[in-house]
């Protein structure tokens, strides 16, 4: 057994050997991603479509440098960050708190329960003209709105990894002299870790999903309100700048967070399986 | 037994209430008498609440009916008095070796110089000096009950409960394992009750077998099983041999009852 310990070690350090392994892959994906940008530009420019129906791919590359260079991209970037970044701290802190109660306390459990088996499935931008009623059009209202839609996948998975801590590793823990109070935040939160991220990894491109659709819906600055402006003013280089903006910000966020998920379970069997992209 | 009882066990009874399905009587009128440093090994077909037994004396599980005490207290929940080793080991499994053998030590408030030194010594008694820094992920089966047994022996527990300790590894480390108990015992003696199904390890391992009844479960014999061990080939010597026999016509007449519930 020594021997498979060293090399989980061993393929920790050798960086060459890692980058080998992982270069075919990230090639291949990359591969997929290029071929669709080039069909892009070649259908654009084939003359099937007008420009208005498809801008060449170049086009808007050269949109969104120009939007860099303005500096309109980093205010509608920042914005959107901000707003998705700020809901989800919201669904951390709160998910993960509701969903501890639920497991911990019956009361908790009895008034939440139906909370969570109706509000999860339904479609929440049913609440739009509501919450735009109520909390208006700007910072506020976006920000809640998708916080009532990414709540729900951070409460399922603390409940649902809370329920799933062996009551052996809480023995063992108050045969060490741990206190209730010790327990929760010293081994019952960690056990839970690896499904609590998981619904974390759901919550973060949900609550960007849904920060960018109520920027559509609301207006006003925001990666989502420039598409919608500049598909009001009939750009369409406007509007599918606004598309490879929000995929890439998409992508790094949930790479971001796979990094994140990484670094906080390096104890968990899967950190040591060989990574993908 | 001349020496007083350490654990004592009157009349305790469970009931074990699923969820869903009728109520079982898991354990019925048990009574059982441990002395100081005696090593008693509880050996019972599958379902017959051996360890549910432990479990009540870890105070893990309330004690319903009848009493366990302990050095003469009531026992009413878990205590470092009582250390507890489990079949699947129960590491924290976001913690290193070293992490989980810290981890009693600093809920009993040892100052930090004084618990890294002894969580090194007990890293150092069960062998696994180079391991420090490892996540039980890393580890073999055998490496992680030998961090799980550290653990526990470095809060120093009077009592050690084992509930089928090696249960979960192959057979070949389990041997090394329970020779490795032995030598452990012999320099940190300790009150241990541990809960296994294997004749051999019990008969080996413990001063006094105690052959539980098929469900519910009962004290059916207790056999002395006190003798010289030390000898090269002891699994192959006469009296470790009769031992053994002795033990197994007992318990499987337990299993055969508890086979025959089964499929009725």
């Not at chain 1, 960086?15 to 991603?33: H, N, Y």
């Not at chain 1, 598909?231 to 910000?249: D, K, M, P, Q």
Request: charged fraction near 20%.
């Amino acid at each position: 057994m020594a021997v498979r310990h060293v090399t989980t070690r061993a393929r920790i350090k050798t960086w060459p050997a890692k980058a080998a392994r992982i270069l075919p892959l990230l090639l291949a994906r990359c591969f997929s991603v290029a071929a669709l940008l080039a069909a892009w530009e070649i259908l654009a420019r084939s003359g099937i479509f007008t420009p208005f129906q498809l801008p060449p791919f170049s086009a808007v590359v050269l949109r969104i440098w120009n939007d860099g260079a303005a500096g309109d991209l980093w205010i509608n970037l920042a914005l959107t960050l901000y707003r998705a970044l700020a809901a989800f701290a919201i669904c951390v802190l709160a998910g993960v708190a509701v969903g501890t109660a639920m497991s911990r306390s019956g009361l908790a459990r009895w008034f939440f329960d139906p909370i969570v088996s109706v509000g999860f499935p339904m479609p929440k931008i049913a609440f739009l003209p509501v919450v735009i009623l109520w909390l208006g059009v700007y910072d506020l209202s976006k920000i809640t709105m998708a916080v009532i839609d990414a709540i729900f996948p951070v409460i399922a998975a603390t409940v649902i990894g809370i329920q799933g801590v062996e009551r052996e590793l809480i023995w063992s823990a108050r045969n060490m002299g741990a206190s209730e109070r010790d327990l929760l935040r010293q081994v019952v939160l960690p056990a839970a870790l690896p499904q609590i991220m998981t619904g974390l990894q759901v919550a973060l491109p949900l609550a960007l999903i849904v920060t960018v659709v109520a920027e559509m819906l609301m207006g006003g600055y925001g990666l989502g309100g420039a598409m919608m402006t500049a598909s009001r003013f009939a750009n369409s280089t406007g509007v599918f700048a606004g598309i490879v903006e929000i995929a890439a910000l998409g992508y790094a966020l949930v790479k971001a967070m796979s990094l994140i998920r990484r670094r906080l379970l390096a104890w968990h069997p899967e950190a040591h399986a060989p990574s993908t992209v | 037994m001349a020496a007083p009882a350490q654990i004592l066990l009157e009349n305790v009874s469970h009931v074990y209430r699923p969820v869903r399905g009728r109520e079982v009587l898991a354990l019925d009128q048990v009574s059982l008498q441990v002395a100081n440093r005696e090593f008693v090994a509880l050996l019972g077909p599958s379902g017959c609440g051996k360890s549910t037994l432990l479990y009540l004396i870890g105070g893990f599980l309330p004690v319903e009916a009848g009493s366990i005490t302990v050095d003469g207290k009531k026992v009413t929940g878990p205590g470092p008095d009582r250390g507890i080793v489990f079949q699947h080991f129960a590491l924290f499994p976001w913690k290193t070796v070293r992490g989980n053998i810290l981890y009693g030590l600093e809920r009993q408030g040892m100052p930090k110089a004084e618990r890294e030194k002894r969580a090194q010594d007990f890293i150092e008694l069960v062998g696994l000096h180079g391991f420090e820094d490892s996540y039980p992920s890393q580890l073999s089966g055998g490496m992680k009950q030998r961090t799980a047994i550290a653990r526990t022996l470095a809060f120093d527990p009077a009592i050690l409960l084992m509930d089928e300790p090696f249960g979960a590894l192959d057979a070949q480390t389990r041997g090394l394992m329970q020779a490795e108990l032995m030598r452990i015992f012999q320099r940190t003696p300790k009150t241990v009750i541990f809960v296994t199904h294997d004749v051999q390890e019990a008969v080996y391992l413990a001063d006094r077998v105690a052959v539980m009844s098929a469900r519910p479960g009962r004290i059916k014999t207790i056999v002395d099983t006190k003798f010289d061990k030390k000898a090269e080939n002891i699994f192959k010597e006469r009296v470790f041999v009769e031992k053994v026999d002795e033990i197994w016509h007992l318990v499987r007449e337990e299993a055969i009852k508890a086979q025959g519930r089964r499929s009725t």
